[in-house]
């Protein structure tokens, strides 16, 4: 089942370009995809760390990130984020993870785009979640926050194409993340 997953979301992906990426752990909900494709819409790709939490996801099909925020002390605390749909509207995710840590807090530029994420997860404090998380833009590089050990992932957007959008397991911590891409 997760072999045909993958082979959809690289189907899916042809279209915008071939996808390099390191092959995801599968989670309590096995490798997620959203074959958006035929829309014209975000493509969901993911999950990378562990099985705890709760299910976080959007309602509405991202376009483009607008800013980031990241907590993190010891592991990835949290993340939270605001972008702009397929119609245009701003809007935010809420805080996907638990309250501690320290905010580290991003907004992109008007032409600058998420290329690639990165990070760790590992055993911390009796579950698996992240414990480091790294973003790389078009223009900067941010992170990585938090210890980078444990069980690294990469997520790389193709030419052409940016990350625009998350979706996440997150309880006392953010336990897994993954991905939308889209055109830029």
Request: charged share 20%; glycine share 12%; proline share 3%.
């Amino acid at each position: 089942m997760a072999m045909e997953k993958t082979i959809a979301v690289v189907l899916c992906l042809a279209a915008l370009v071939v996808v390099t990426m390191s092959v995801p752990t599968p989670t309590a909900d096995g490798l997620e995809t959203k074959d958006m494709c035929s829309k014209n819409l975000a493509t969901k790709v993911g999950l990378w760390g562990g099985n705890g939490g709760s299910a976080q996801d959007l309602k509405e099909a991202p376009k483009r990130l607008e800013s980031i925020t990241i907590r993190s002390n010891y592991s990835i605390d949290s993340i939270q984020f605001s972008y702009f749909d397929q119609t245009g509207q701003k809007r935010s995710s809420g805080r996907w993870g638990g309250p501690d840590g320290t905010d580290h807090k991003i907004n992109l530029g008007s032409s600058e785009f998420v290329k690639e994420v990165s990070g760790t997860y590992n055993m911390f404090n009796g579950e698996v979640c992240l414990t480091s998380f790294k973003l790389l833009t078009n223009t900067r590089t941010w992170g990585p926050w938090a210890e980078e050990n444990g069980t690294r992932f990469t997520i790389t957007a193709p030419s052409g194409s940016s990350i625009v959008g998350f979706f996440a397991r997150g309880g006392r911590y953010l336990d897994a993340i993954g991905v939308y891409l889209n055109k830029v």
